[in-house]
């Protein structure tokens, strides 16, 4: 069924590093891909998507590629910083009416 | 402008007892959708609604239902409640109906189950 796999579980980096996140996805209709971060106790925030007609997307120290042939999308943090410690989680939309398939959540940690 | 609003934040029930959640959505959002968010399973999506009608449903059984009322507020209901439906309830607004909209969430609704 459909199914996202999101790598690493955990992830520790030093402040000013950068961290990757990577995610596959089994849906090949899938055409929208959002990350949410969630910090302890607090609701999942969007903090980037892209859409399947589109390969990268920036946004400041935060960008999101994506590899349609081999349905794997990928987060990239640069210059980390320690409020960047949270739970990231990536999804992908299928099935339609905004059911969101989520991946397991990596936990990031930024030592200052 | 408001978040998506949940009430209660918290509360605690028995095996065997029902629980009521409610969702306000952002104002002029029409779609509703509720995640069920555990350590073992992670984010799972319950079901969905727009206008008052549940498009979309996930692997959920009977026991979880809800709805939606015509000012777009949401209400899921879990009955029989069972240890493992301990959890946090997320509600999740789109302004957007089809498959193109971000997700806005609430800050959710802590189950636990004794």
């Known amino acids: 069924g459909e199914n996202v796999e999101q790598h690493p579980s955990t992830l520790s980096v030093q402040e000013g590093d950068s961290a990757v996140i990577k995610c596959t996805y089994s849906?090949?209709?899938?055409?929208?891909f959002p990350w949410y971060k969630q910090e302890l106790g607090k609701r999942p925030q969007l903090i980037i998507d892209?859409?399947?007609?589109?390969g990268e997307k920036k946004d400041q120290r935060i960008a999101v590629t994506l590899n349609k042939t081999a349905k794997h999308f990928s987060l990239h943090i640069t210059e980390t910083q320690p409020e960047d410690s949270a739970v990231y989680f990536c999804?992908?939309?299928?099935?339609?009416?905004?059911?969101?398939?989520f991946g397991a959540g990596t936990r990031l940690a930024v030592h200052p | 402008k408001a978040g998506v609003t949940q009430t209660p934040r918290y509360l605690i029930k028995t095996r065997g007892q029902q629980v009521t959640l409610s969702c306000s959505p952002i104002?002029?959002?029409?779609?509703v959708s509720w995640y069920q968010q555990t350590p073992g399973q992670g984010l799972q999506f319950l079901f969905e609604?727009?206008?008052?009608?549940?498009?979309n449903k996930g692997n959920f059984p009977g026991r979880f239902s809800g709805r939606q009322f015509s000012n777009s507020r949401s209400e899921m209901n879990v009955s029989t409640l069972e240890l493992g439906d301990s959890a946090l309830y997320l509600c999740?607004?789109?302004?957007?109906?089809?498959?193109?909209?971000?997700?806005?969430f609430g800050e959710g609704s802590r189950l636990t189950v004794l």
């Open positions: 999804a992908s939309f299928s099935g339609g009416y905004n059911k969101l398939i």
């Open positions: 849906d090949s209709a899938s055409n929208y």
């Open positions: 999740a607004s789109s302004r957007k109906t089809e498959n193109t909209g971000e997700l806005f």
């Open positions: 892209i859409r399947s007609n589109v």
């Open positions: 609604y727009f206008s008052e009608t549940q498009r």
């Open positions: 104002s002029g959002h029409r779609s």
